[in-house]
Structures are given as structure tokens and as C-alpha cells.
């Protein structure tokens, strides 16, 4: 039978946001992250990562970095007996530099190739899935599988909800990841 997830941005959401994290030793916890994913893991909710990296396409970050940092994130999660199921991100843009991830495609947020895709592979229900996210595009794709989205107020969140989207009502809007678990462990 298939599970609801929790779907996860990362920079500003699941970690500090960096700007374009290009070195571990950049790469930052909130103290609440591994407790955060430990909770979800707990409740049986899947949890996945789903993560634009723009800063490929633009040549400022190694895509063999990208997967470096999730598992140093994935090792620092393990020791404090946390897990993500699914690791995701699209290194695309349309504008990239780099003209081999030059392209319109469907994982770059706010599409929603990278949920879908993961859906697929780990089967889960979308429609009893939970987004979290600091900017509209996060949730305007979990919006687009009828996924119900949290906005965090940390990274680019405060920024985020003085303006409102077009596209999309969040169904909480909440400090922090640890509140918004909390808020989905009441919801779910
Ligand atoms: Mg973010
Ligand atoms: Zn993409």
C-alpha cells in the first residue's frame, strides 16, 4: 500500500540556506534537523528531499558535489538515528551556463517532476503527502499533485509570506521545520 510523504526543500527549510552550497564545511544544521526527520521517521511518514540546484546549471556548483552534501547530511542524520528515504534535486535551468543542463524540464520547482518521480519509485501517496518549503515554488509543486504545503518562516520564508501567491494557499504557515512537523503529526 502506498504512504503518504513528507517532502522536504532543503536549503532554508531542512539546512541553513547557503546561497549555493559549494563546500561541506558551509553546509549548516538547524539544531532542530535531525530531530525534525527522527519524528516523521517515527510516524511512518516517508520523507524525501526534493532540492533545485540551479547553481550547476550556472557552473558554481559541482553536481558531484550535490551528492556529496547529501550524504554527508544523511551520515550526520543516521548518527542521530534519522533517515531520508529519497534524495532529489534538478540541476537544470533555463538560462544555465552550462549548456548541458540548459533546458525547460519538469523537475525544476515549481513543476513537479522530481515529486512525481519519487512517487514512482518509492510509492507513495501524494495526496495524503505533505510539502515544506520557505518559497512558493516548493509548494506550488506539491500543490500540483495535491500534495498540502507548509510554509517555514526560515531561509527565504518571512520573505515568502509577506507575498502572497497567486497559485497557492499554504495550509500553515509555521516558524520552523520542527513546527510544521509537529503541525503534519497533528494532520496527518
Ligand atoms: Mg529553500
Ligand atoms: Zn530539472
Redesign the pocket.
Known amino acids: 500500500m502506498s504512504r503518504p510523504a513528507v517532502i522536504l526543500d532543503r536549503d532554508g527549510t531542512l539546512i541553513h540556506d547557503a546561497g549555493y552550497l559549494d563546500r561541506l564545511d558551509r553546509l549548516e544544521f538547524f539544531p532542530y534537523t535531525v530531530d525534525a526527520v527522527r519524528l516523521l521517521n517515527r510516524a511512518n511518514l516517508a520523507v524525501i528531499v526534493a532540492t533545485n540546484q540551479s547553481g550547476v546549471a550556472r557552473g558554481l556548483v559541482e553536481e558531484a558535489f550535490v551528492g556529496e552534501a547529501h550524504r554527508h547530511i544523511a551520515g550526520r542524520l543516521a548518527a542521530g538515528g534519522a533517515r531520508v528515504d529519497g534524495w532529489y534535486y534538478?540541476?537544470?535551468h533555463p538560462d544555465a551556463t552550462r549548456p548541458e543542463y540548459r533546458?525547460a524540464?519538469?523537475?525544476?520547482k515549481p513543476?513537479a517532476?522530481m515529486l512525481r518521480r519519487a512517487a514512482r519509485e518509492l510509492d507513495l501517496d501524494l495526496p495524503r503527502s505533505f510539502v515544506v518549503g520557505d518559497r512558493w515554488h516548493d509548494l506550488e509543486a506539491g500543490a500540483a499533485v495535491g500534495a498540502r504545503g507548509i510554509l517555514v518562516r526560515t531561509g527565504s520564508g518571512r520573505a515568502t509570506e509577506s507575498t502572497p501567491s497567486a497559485a497557492v494557499i499554504p495550509a500553515a504557515c509555521v516558524d520552523d521545520l520542527i513546527e510544521a512537523v509537529s503541525w503534519i503529526l497533528q494532520h496527518s
Open positions: 534538478c540541476p537544470h533546458q524540464c519538469d523537475c525544476r513543476q517532476g
